[in-house]
């Protein structure tokens, strides 16, 4: 087995801030992704990366970087916060294609 | 582009009653993609509950079950009894067949079991 951890799993910040969300899983799997969920909705791709140093855009990439420093690591930076922006988003990673994904806690986001 | 459709945002049932939850997708691919039923119980993360590769197939975990139905492009979940510590929200998913790694999710269904 292996485990997904995200920190901070609670982060407040100021509009207009950058803010960094970090990722890392024990899977050893090459794949890891970034959703976005708004409360009582569904989840929401931001970026994926196929393999370390990859990078590919969701559907809602615009106002998200993302970086795959290592296999293990995956860290979304949100560039620019918005006020009243309150999301949880979600870490995952899978061994490739269409394979069931491990999600991990989340980080729930508030934007002052 | 392809997506998922949960038509219930909550369902309440009592307890030992059946349950259907009702999941619809559309797809552009050609191929039949794999299609996955998430579950998160209370306290936890999202995780796996069932996934079925084949259509026609049946998928079945923890006493539920979804049939893979291309004709109807269907994958509800069913019980036939449930249980208070089956409440949680219910995601129906739809991998993408074209690029492989995408997951189009559903907007989930929250199940409340009433004693």
């Known amino acids: 087995g292996g485990i997904i951890t995200q920190t901070p799993k609670f982060l407040i910040g100021q509009e207009g801030q950058k803010l960094t969300l970090k990722c890392q899983q024990n899977f050893n799997h090459d794949t890891m992704y970034w959703y976005r969920q708004d409360s009582g909705k569904g989840l929401r791709l931001i970026y994926y990366?196929?393999?370390?140093?990859?990078?590919q855009k969701g559907d809602l990439s615009e106002g998200y970087d993302a970086s795959r420093e290592k296999k293990s690591s995956f860290s979304l930076t949100v560039t620019s916060a918005q006020k009243n922006e309150m999301a949880v988003f979600l870490c995952a990673s899978n061994g490739g294609r269409q394979d069931t994904q491990y999600f991990g806690p989340g980080t729930r986001l508030l934007v002052l | 582009g392809d997506s998922v459709t949960q038509t219930e945002g909550q369902v309440t049932v009592s307890e030992s009653k059946s349950l259907i939850i009702n999941c619809t997708y559309s797809t552009t691919s050609i191929a039949y993609p794999n299609l996955f039923w998430y579950v998160r119980y209370p306290g936890e993360g999202l995780q796996l509950l069932l996934k079925?590769?084949?259509?026609?197939q049946k998928g079945s975990s923890r006493g539920f079950e979804a049939t893979y139905n291309k004709e109807t492009t269907s994958f509800h979940l069913q019980k036939a009894s449930v249980q208070e510590s089956d409440s949680a929200v219910y995601y129906c998913a739809l991998g993408d067949e074209t690029g492989g790694y995408k997951v189009v999710f559903g907007s989930g269904t929250r199940l409340l079991v009433s004693p």
């Open positions: 079925v590769i084949t259509a026609g």
């Open positions: 990366s196929i393999t370390e140093n990859d990078l």
